[in-house]
C-alpha cells in the first residue's frame, strides 16, 4: 500500500486535549478523529489494528468452540424490561422512541436479545451446549467520555454466550473461554492480569476479569509486592496479604475482558427452557464473555511505546514493514525501493510503501510514530554501497546488506 | 466445521408471514431471524454469506484505489442542519437526545460526517484525490419494513466517497467505482442492469443505479423489448423506445447499488475547501458510491433458487461442500466421512459437516435448501462399493467414484 493512497494523517504535535499517551499516540499516528465527544471515526491505520485483534479474536473463538452471528444494534425496550436491567443499567443507555411507537434502545449489551433468539430455536437437551459471539458495535450514553477510545459513546465488543444443560457444561465452556482469553491477549502482545471479580450488573456467581496495568487505567487491581497475587478491588476490602501479612500494592489497570459464569438469571426470565432426557423442562445455565475490542487498540498502545511513538506487537501491526525511499526524486533509490516493495508483496508480506515527497527526517519520525515493527531505509548512501538498512523499531537495531540479504532477514524475522 | 456447533435452524415450513421467496428461504435456511419488525439477526451461515461478499467488495475496492475505514453511527445533527438534510430526510432519520443534550442521529449515510473529516486532514491539491469507504451498520425509520432484509431499519452498506481537486478527476474515479460495481455484481453472481438515474436527495448531476430484475423489487426499469434498452422509471416519463418505437415493457429490480458525482454540494455547505497550485482557495469535488450490503442477500437469492431452496453462487457460498453421513452410527459410514472432511480441510476446502443423528431424507433436503454449491453423500451401498456421491446444488448432476477421485473433482470444480 502507497502511504499517499492510505490516509495516514500524522500529526507533529501533541494535541493539547488527549490526556493519556495512548489517546494522543493513536491522534498523533492518525489511527483516530473524535466527531463528537465520545465518537471516533477509525481511519485506515486504526482499522486495519482492529481487523488483526479480530481476527485473533476469531481464530481462538473457533478453538473455544463457538460460532459467530450477527445481533442488532436496535433492541425493543420490553425485553430489558422483562429481565429489570432497564432500571438497573440507567441514563446509560440511549432509549428513543420509533416513528412507530416502538420503545427502541440502541444494545449496550446482548444478554437479553441472545437469550430470546436461542430459546426460540433450542428445546431439547440434544440441542444443547450452544456457544455463540459476535463482533459488533455498541452504544453507551457515557457522562464523561474519556481517553479517546477507551470509555467512549460508540465502541466495539466481542460478545459471547453460551448456553448449557447444567451447571457441569457452564464450567467446561467457562474454562475453555478463560483459556481461549489468555491466548488472545497473548497474541495481542499484552501483559494482563487475571482477577476473579464480581459479577455486578450482570448477575450470577463467579466471574473474571481481564486487567492490562497502565497508568491511566481506571480500574484498580491489589497486588502483594512479596508473593504478587492478585486481587480485585473490592474482594472483600482487605488491606493486607493473608499470605504474607504485608499490605497490597495498588496498580492502575485497564479493563479488557470480563466473563461471567450467570447461571439462569436470564433464561428463568425470559423463559429460555429446554426438555431434559429425564422429560423436564429446565432453565438453560448461561455464561457470557466480553472483550472490548476497540479498548485494545489504547490498552496495547499503553504498553508498547516510546518516546518516538507507537510498537506495535507483531500480531496486530498494520503492517510489518515500511519502506522509507529517502528521496522520491532520485530514480535509482525508487527504484530499488519499487523492487523491494514487490519482492515483499510476492512473499505476501504485508508492507507500506512511503512515496511522499518529504524529507528523510519527516519520514524518520513518521516511521517511529506509526510503529509498524520493521524499517527499510534506501538513500544515496545504499545505492553507492549497493546495500539497504533495516531498522527493528523496538529496539532500533540496525542491520546493513545486500538487498536480497535484508528480504531474507526480513521475511524470517 | 460440524453442523451441530454451527447454529443452522433449518425450518420444514414456510414461514406465513414472508411474502418474498428471499425470505422464506433465508428464515428457511436459518439465514436470518426477526428481532422485531425490519430488525434481524444474521445466524452464522448469514453471516458467512455476507463475509464473502464483504471481502468480495474490499478486494475491488482496492483495485479501485479506495481505502477503507470506519465511521460512526452517532451523528451530529449539527452537521445536517449544515447542510439542510435534517429537513429532507424527513422522519426516515432516527434522532434523540442524549444525556449532556446533545442532538444525535443515528447515520442513514455519511456524506456529511466524511466531509467533515477530510476537510480537516486535507488543505493541499498535493494530498488529492482522497477516496475512502467503510463497511458499516446504518438506520432507517422505516414506517414499513418489507421483505426481510430488502427493506430494514438497521442494514449494512458499502459507502465509498471520492475528494478530487476538479471535475476531470471525479470522472476518473466514478469511471473506476462503476467498473468496480461491475465486477462485485458479477462476481456475487447476479445478473444486473446498469441505469443512468436520478440524484434525488444527494444532489449532484450524473449518477447511475445497479438494479437486479426480480419479482419482488420495488423499483421499476424500463426495457425496450427489441433492442433491450433500459432506462429508469423516472426518466422523463417516456413511454416508447425513441429508437424501435415500441412501447417500453417494466421491470421489477432491486437497487444494490447507486454512484452519484456529487459535486460541490458537501464541500461547499460545509466548508471543504483546498489550495490550488494558483493559489487560490477551491472545493472539492465529490462523487459516492454506496451498495446495500445486506439486500445483496436476498438479491442473489431471488435470482439462485429453484422449488428445493436456495443455489449460492460459488463466491458468496458459506461452504464449497457438505459432507452428508447418512447414518452416524455407522462406524463405517463416519470414519470415511471424516477421511473426506480431514482431506478437504487438508485442501483449505471451507466444508460443512452435517453430524446430525437424522434421516437421509432430512439431510438430503436440509442440503438442498440451504443451497451450499456441492453435496458428498456417504451411505451403506457407498461404503459396500467402496464409492461416494458427489451432487452438484445447481445441476442436480450427480458422479459416484472412489473417494480419492471425487476428492479430486471437488478441488477442480
Redesign the interface.
Known amino acids: 500500500?502507497y502511504w499517499t493512497?492510505?490516509?495516514i494523517?500524522t500529526l507533529k504535535e501533541t494535541p493539547q486535549d488527549a490526556e493519556s499517551v495512548s489517546h494522543q499516540l493513536m491522534l498523533r499516528a492518525g489511527l483516530i478523529?473524535m466527531?463528537?465527544s465520545g465518537?471516533?471515526?477509525?481511519?485506515?491505520l486504526?482499522?486495519k489494528v482492529?481487523n488483526n485483534i479480530e481476527l485473533i479474536i476469531q481464530q481462538e473463538m473457533c478453538v473455544a468452540?463457538a460460532?459467530?452471528?450477527?445481533?442488532?444494534?436496535?433492541?425493543?425496550l420490553e425485553l430489558w424490561q422483562a429481565t429489570g436491567r432497564d432500571k438497573d443499567i440507567g441514563?446509560v443507555m440511549?432509549?428513543?422512541t420509533?416513528?412507530?411507537g416502538?420503545k427502541?434502545c440502541?444494545g449496550p449489551t446482548h444478554e437479553e436479545?441472545i437469550t430470546?433468539?436461542v430459546k426460540?430455536?433450542v428445546s431439547s437437551y440434544r440441542q444443547l451446549p450452544?456457544?455463540?459471539y459476535q463482533i459488533q458495535?455498541k452504544?453507551r450514553?457515557e457522562?464523561r467520555p474519556r481517553f479517546g477510545v477507551i470509555r467512549a459513546?460508540?465502541f466495539i465488543m466481542k460478545d459471547a454466550y453460551s448456553f448449557d444443560k447444567d451447571e457441569e457444561g457452564l464450567k467446561k465452556n467457562y474454562q475453555l473461554m478463560l483459556d481461549a482469553y489468555k491466548r488472545i491477549f497473548q497474541r495481542c502482545g499484552l501483559d494482563f492480569l487475571v482477577i476473579a471479580a464480581d459479577s455486578g450488573l450482570m448477575g450470577g456467581s463467579v466471574s473474571h476479569e481481564f486487567m492490562v496495568p497502565a497508568l491511566v487505567g481506571e480500574d484498580l487491581v491489589m497486588e502483594c509486592p512479596k508473593c504478587k497475587v492478585n486481587k480485585g478491588q473490592n474482594s472483600e476490602h482487605e488491606e493486607d496479604c493473608p499470605k504474607c501479612k504485608v499490605v497490597f500494592s495498588r496498580i492502575n489497570a485497564i479493563e479488557v475482558g470480563h466473563i461471567f459464569q450467570l447461571g439462569t438469571k436470564y433464561s428463568v426470565s425470559l423463559g429460555a427452557k429446554y426438555l431434559d432426557s429425564d422429560g423436564k423442562e429446565k432453565p438453560m445455565v448461561m455464561g457470557c464473555y466480553g472483550i472490548g475490542v476497540s479498548r485494545l487498540l489504547p490498552a496495547i498502545i499503553e504498553q508498547c511505546h516510546d518516546s518516538d511513538g507507537i510498537i506495535w506487537p507483531d500480531e496486530v501491526a498494520p503492517y510489518r514493514a515500511v519502506i522509507l525511499p529517502l528521496d522520491v526524486t532520485n530514480n535509482e533509490i525508487m527504484s530499488r525501493s519499487l523492487d523491494i516493495y514487490q519482492a515483499l508483496k510476492k512473499e505476501n508480506v504485508e508492507v507500506l510503501f512511503d512515496d511522499r515527497d518529504e524529507r528523510a527526517g519527516v519520514k524518520f519520525k513518521d516511521a517511529d510514530l506509526i510503529g509498524i515493527p520493521l524499517q527499510i531505509i534506501i538513500g544515496k548512501e545504499g545505492i553507492k554501497n549497493n546495500t539497504v538498512e533495516l531498522k527493528v523499531r523496538k529496539t532500533k537495531e540496525r542491520i546493513v546488506g545486500a538487498k536480497e540479504e535484508i528480504i531474507r532477514q526480513l521475511i524470517k524475522k
Open positions: 500500500m493512497k492510505n490516509f494523517p478523529r466527531l463528537i465518537v471516533y471515526s477509525y481511519l485506515p486504526g482499522l482492529l468452540g460460532s459467530q452471528l450477527l445481533l442488532p444494534a436496535l433492541q425493543p441514563e440511549f432509549r428513543f420509533d416513528r412507530k416502538r427502541i440502541l436479545v430470546e433468539l426460540n430455536q450452544v456457544v455463540l458495535t452504544f450514553d457522562i459513546c460508540e
